[in-house]
């Protein structure tokens, strides 16, 4: 159970896009389409985004999406705003009814 | 509307034991799988355990196995977890969280609770 590997901080100027990487193994982001992002603002409860690799939840923004290759997963957030300064996190399902978050990228809006 | 409430940290020492509690409301709790996810101060979000929706399978993580139990009670709309022989690095803002939407996604947490393990 090894967590996920994010990159430490992705930025960007308001509107641009910004990607953020998410990369596992065979035993879970491989072998599962059950990937879920998070979004963390400090002192608050993480907020799901993105889930089963490329649904949203009702009410989040058109702006986030998710995708999936081989073993890592992506969350592409499209023109970025102040507000998307904040901690993201992937999570996926695992071998065994266990699961797995990432290690976290901090965005920062130039 | 969901609404999750987490209870029961506290500062405790090294090999104590502890039971957290997680109130919910404004779903069928006995319908759904609940989750606990804890994040150390200024760390990361690391998965804990799942307990179904009737209580007849609990997963753990392997940080935890052994010493953790997930538990539920459908009759009063509350999950627990039972932390026993607690180590320094199980300090942390636990979080109760529900199953769903879709195959995995945790789209509703509550507040979380904050264990303190510290001698």
């Known amino acids: 159970q090894s967590a996920l590997t994010q990159p430490a901080s992705v930025s960007g100027s308001p509107g641009q896009s910004i990607s953020i990487s998410c990369t596992g193994s065979?035993?879970?982001?491989?072998?599962?389409?059950?990937v879920s992002w998070y979004q963390q603002h400090p002192g608050k409860a993480p907020k799901l985004l993105i889930y089963?690799?490329?649904n949203r939840p009702s009410g989040v923004s058109t702006r986030f999406s998710g995708s999936k290759s081989g073993n890592t997963a992506s969350l592409t957030i499209s023109e970025i705003q102040a507000d998307d300064e904040a901690d993201y996190y992937c999570?996926?399902?695992?071998?065994?009814?266990?699961?797995?978050f990432g290690t976290g990228t901090r965005v920062s809006v130039l | 509307e969901v609404h999750l409430v987490e209870s029961g940290g506290v500062v405790v020492q090294p090999g104590d034991s502890l039971r957290l509690s997680c109130a919910a409301s404004?779903?069928?709790?006995?319908?759904?799988?609940m989750h606990w996810v804890r994040q150390p101060p200024g760390k990361g979000l690391e998965w804990v355990s799942l307990?179904?929706?009737?209580?007849?399978?609990?997963y753990y993580a392997d940080s935890v196995k052994g010493r953790f139990t997930v538990s539920r009670d459908n009759t009063k709309s509350s999950l627990f977890l039972q932390m026993n022989s607690l180590r320094h690095e199980d300090s942390a803002l636990y979080y109760c969280?529900?199953?769903?939407?879709?195959?995995?996604?945790?789209?509703?947490w509550g507040q979380g609770t904050l264990v303190t393990v510290s001698s």
């Open positions: 969280a529900k199953d769903g939407p879709g195959a995995y996604g945790l789209e509703h």
């Open positions: 404004g779903f069928t709790f006995e319908d759904s799988d």
């Open positions: 307990i179904n929706w009737d209580g007849e399978s609990a």
């Open positions: 065979s035993s879970d982001i491989g072998g599962y389409n059950y």
């Open positions: 089963d690799v490329t």
């Open positions: 999570s996926s399902y695992s071998n065994s009814n266990t699961y797995v």
